[in-house]
């Protein structure tokens, strides 16, 4: 983004914010469909405007607040709390957006959620420009929503351009989920 582009991204964020909200509500209503009809109307009516804003690449606010998921839409915003060559800690508090049955988290939200958190530690301290080339995640309990969650990351070996790196997500004493992952760093000049 150009200095002259600049902007208080504070604002940007405030949006996505109030959409995260959008999204957790309309997993919670039953409106009937009248009301329905014009509250789809209104939401077209936001994207509308939103369109006149359309930037390129390098200019996207989203793009510019970059790590932590608190710029887009779709990812999970977390804290990283803690952060040391090999290891991260952090925390996350998923929304009735995130839900799969009755509050609990969705598997494949949790699956995205250590694609973003292990990517982005790699990215800081294992190889930059790399990608996931696997992610195995085990679910060993079901993930509260609504609850501040406790996150680790570690990596545990690198070799050549393969970082491969270990992550949990912990309700207290128990372990949600965990994961295990390879980031493998691209080749120069690829895409
Ligand atoms: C700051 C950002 C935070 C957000 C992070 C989000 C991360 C993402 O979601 S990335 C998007 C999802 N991932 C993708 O789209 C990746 C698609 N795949 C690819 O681009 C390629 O297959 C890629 C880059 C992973 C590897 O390709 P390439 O660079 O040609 O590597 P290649 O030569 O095949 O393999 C390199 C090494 O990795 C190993 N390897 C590659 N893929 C795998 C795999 N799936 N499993 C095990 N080993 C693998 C190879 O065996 C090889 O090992 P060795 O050096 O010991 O022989």
């Known amino acids: 983004m150009t200095e002259a582009q600049a902007y208080d991204t504070d604002v940007f964020v405030d949006m996505i914010e109030a959409f995260r909200d959008l999204q957790a509500t309309l997993c919670l209503v039953a409106p009937p469909p009248e009301a329905t009809t014009e509250l789809t109307a209104t939401i077209e009516d936001v994207t ?42 952090g925390s996350v508090t998923f929304s009735y957006a995130h839900m799969g049955s009755t509050n609990t988290v969705h598997g494949g939200v949790i699956t995205m959620l250590f694609d973003d958190v292990l990517g982005m530690f790699v990215s800081r301290k294992g190889q930059p420009n790399s990608r996931t080339a696997f992610l195995k995640v085990n679910y060993r309990n079901t993930t509260p929503v609504n609850r501040e969650l406790r996150m680790t990351a570690s990596i545990d070996k690198i070799e050549g351009r393969k970082t491969f790196v270990t992550g949990t997500l912990s309700d207290g004493d128990i372990v949600c989920a965990e994961a295990e992952a390879l980031f493998v760093q691209l080749l120069p000049g690829r895409p």
């Open 48 to 89: 509308n405007r939103l369109k006149e804003f359309e930037a390129p690449e390098g200019d996207r606010v989203a793009r510019e607040l970059g790590l932590r998921g608190i710029g887009h839409p779709v990812l999970v915003p977390y804290q990283a709390t803690d952060m040391s060559d090999t290891g991260m800690l």
